[in-house]
T-cell receptor
Framework: ETGVTQSPTHLIKTRGQQVTLRCSSQ?????VSWYQQALGQGPQFIFQ???????GRGNFPPRFSGLQFPNYSSELNVNALELDDSALYLC????????????FGPGTRLTVL | DQQVKQNSPSLSVQEGRISILNCDYT??????FLWYKKYPAEGPTFLIS?????DKNEDGRFTVFLNKSAKHLSLHIVPSQPGDSAVYFC?????????????FGTGTRLTVIP
């Protein structure tokens, strides 16, 4: 059984640029959630995708967008990067209707200069 | 607005003793609670959970207690082992509102001293 994987591991961007982060779900999982974890904070929910459609969104602006593909992998896109977007971005997969047990990937560390 | 709070940023415990990690929440809609453990450079790992219809759930050395009236839960680890040293996050969700997101606390760093 393959766990949740994320790429890249680390990324450095400058303010105003755009970034795409990728996530592969755990085998058999059809739901993907994305979280932002700022330094010293707990993860904050960005949005969730189920069967390629957004299924809930946290308090993040529209420049945070996502996609889910037929194989249940997912992308997080952030446009017009701001310094405060520097954080660890976590992807979690789960089985629909069992969303409480979310399995997390190792995260992508994004630094915006 | 932090709906899940972990007021102790760190905790140190001797090996073999009990570790007690605390968590408070403000949203009365929360009906499912989870604890995650996080090692450096890894994502959070699910540890144990509890539904609001229960007040206790055990899994080996780990026990979670829920006090709904006080909106408080705690994680007990007995006996504590050096490998338990990690950051522990409390999380909550609501099946009434779809349970599609977890609200996390800020974490407690547990250090178990050999």
């Amino acid at each position: 059984e393959t766990g949740v994987t994320q790429s890249p591991t680390h990324l450095i961007k400058t303010r105003g640029q755009q970034v795409t982060l990728r996530c592969s779900s755990q085998s058999g999982h059809n739901t993907v959630s994305w979280y932002q974890q700022a330094l010293g904070q707990g993860p904050q929910f960005i949005f969730q995708y189920y069967r390629e459609e957004e299924n809930g969104r946290g308090n993040f602006p529209p420049r945070f967008s996502g996609l889910q593909f037929p194989n249940y992998s997912s992308e997080l896109n952030v446009n017009a990067l701001e310094l405060d977007d520097s954080a660890l971005y976590l992807c979690a997969s789960s089985l629909a209707l069992v969303n409480n047990e979310q399995f997390f990937g190792p995260g992508t560390r994004l630094t915006v200069l | 607005d932090q709906q899940v709070k972990q007021n102790s940023p760190s905790l140190s415990v001797q090996e073999g003793r009990i570790s007690i990690l605390n968590c408070d929440y403000t949203n009365s809609m929360f009906d499912y609670f989870l604890w995650y453990k996080k090692y450096p450079a890894e994502g959070p790992t699910f540890l144990i959970s509890i539904s609001s219809i229960k007040d206790k759930n055990e899994d080996g050395r780990f026990t979670v207690f829920l006090n709904k009236s006080a909106k408080h839960l705690s994680l007990h680890i007995v006996p504590s082992q050096p490998g338990d040293s990690a950051v522990y996050f409390c999380a909550a969700t609501s099946y009434q509102t779809g349970a599609n997101n977890l609200f996390f606390g800020t974490g407690t760093r547990l250090t178990v001293i050999p």
